[in-house]
């Protein structure tokens, strides 16, 4: 028998049982091991080399799994994506069968990174590996996974208790965007949450296939003491989804449900999630917010908390700034409340890229012409840089990150390195 055919790997496997589909994996990893169906996450053995980059940011830890496989048996994509749960490690006597000797280790010596590259034939900017896993040194101790597949408590009952649309309503064919602002309450259950965190809503009913649904993922845009202070109780942000990225209709499963509850309805919630994408504490730390649409969600949470920091007289903090974008102001939520805020609390800069008769504007434009003011942040250690909204727009934001530290005499390496080391730049695309 061939050596390749005996050779050991350390397999790399997605438990389907605790994902909640959130793409941190798959947007993280550096070679494009990481794949997935509307089913399931999945990871090519053929490509992973265990850099481990994708094991920190996962919120639940179902990225963390790993099965001992004769190289030749691995686990294809293909058969991942059916599985509704891992299978068993394969006992002594099935590796023995396949002709592993007893005892035998598995290579596990990670390959070299080995970026795309780019049509100029030098390597591609991966704005993904500048963003933190470690949360800002001042952060408050996150609780996470209490309610879950794998957690003594599936699910926990949440009450709806509010939801209220927070976009206007279009005004011709085509331009409705319909965001909820929806709040849980959980009663007497314990549900302590941090800014930039998240949980997992589980639809009622089964999907295509018979199966139940999976969890869907929602930021949470209340502070740490709730939506209505004092109270058990989280608010999300939901925009209702009509139609896919291609623009073909579709009728999403979690958002519409979400989006239709009405007051007094039960919801099953698992979570909460998140280590990384966290507020600082320190008191003269400066907050750079960067979102588009429901983005919005983690920056309003920070922005409520630090506003109920200042207000009760105690608290002296570190700048805020905003920018955010959306398509036209109509889409852009929570554009009112936004506006009321102090001048001297909040800096926010608002971009839309389908306004009539004038130029697109995205976050980055804004952000280039605030190049004075953000490039000392860039500097600063105690100044930090949240991204939250669709994939599309990271890759921009982090290259303007880029060119304004050069810009400004600083080697864009030596900062964005320091941005990821020291849990400064926080991303959070989907």
């Known amino acids: 028998m061939d050596m390749a055919d005996t050779a050991v790997i350390r397999q790399h496997l997605i438990d389907p049982e605790i994902c909640i ?31 481990m980059d994708c094991i920190s940011p996962c919120p639940t830890g179902s990225i963390d799994n790993w099965r001992m496989m004769p190289r030749v048996l691995a686990y294809t994509p293909e058969v991942q994506l059916e599985w509704d749960e891992l299978p068993a ?7 023995a069968e396949a002709g592993v000797a007893d005892g035998a280790a598995p290579d596990i010596e990670p390959a070299p ?7 100029d034939g030098e390597t591609a900017f991966h704005s993904a590996q500048y963003g933190a896993t470690l949360p800002p040194w001042s952060a408050a101790h996150p609780y996470t996974n209490l309610y879950g597949p794998k957690a003594a408590e599936k699910t926990v009952t949440a009450t709806v208790v509010g939801n209220v649309r927070v976009t206007e309503v279009g005004q011709h064919a085509g331009s409705d965007y319909d965001t909820h602002h929806v709040v849980l309450d959980f009663g007497a259950m314990p549900f302590p949450v941090l800014e930039g965190q998240s949980i997992g809503i589980v639809p009622p009913g089964v999907d295509t296939n018979g199966k139940p649904h999976h969890a869907r993922q929602y930021s949470i845009a209340s502070p740490r003491n709730g939506e ?52 600082p504490n320190h008191p003269k730390s400066h907050i750079v917010m960067i979102c588009t649409g429901t983005g919005s969600a983690p920056m309003r949470a920070m922005t409520e908390w630090r506003r109920r920091l200042r207000s009760s007289g105690k608290f002296e ?34 971009t839309f890229s389908r306004e009539a008769g004038k130029p697109k504007r995205y976050v980055q434009d804004a952000m280039r012409e605030r190049a004075a003011d953000l490039a000392p942040l860039l500097a600063d250690p105690n100044a930090y840089f949240y991204v939250c909204g669709l994939k599309a727009m990271e890759e921009g934001v982090v290259l303007a ?30």
Not at 31 to 50: E, F, P, Q, S
Not at 113 to 119: Q, W
Not at 402 to 430: C, F, I, N, P, S
Request: glycine share 10%.
């Open 89 to 95: 490690e394969l006992t002594p006597e099935q590796l």
């Open 113 to 119: 990174v080995s970026l795309p590259a780019a049509a």
């Open 228 to 279: 209505r202070p004092g109270y058990n109780n989280v608010s999300l942000t939901i925009k209702r989804v009509l139609e896919d990225h291609q623009g073909r209709p579709v009728r999403g499963v979690g958002s519409n449900y979400m989006c239709d509850l009405q007051v007094g309805d039960k919801v099953q919630v698992i979570g909460p999630f998140g280590t990384s994408f966290l507020m």
């Open 401 to 430: 990150l880029r060119d304004l530290a050069t810009q400004a005499g600083m080697h864009w390496d030596t900062v964005g390195a320091a941005l990821k080391a020291q849990g400064r730049l926080h991303l959070e695309t989907y």
């Open 21 to 51: 589909r959130c793409n941190t994996c798959e947007a993280i990893c550096p070679v494009g091991a990481i794949t997935h169906d509307d089913r399931n996450y999945v990871v090519d053995a053929g490509k992973c080399n265990l850099c």
């Open 317 to 350: 903090g570190g700048k805020l700034m905003l920018f955010f974008g959306a398509r036209t102001q109509a889409e852009l939520p929570y554009f009112g409340p936004l506006q009321t805020l102090p001048k001297d609390f909040i800096d926010i800069n608002f």
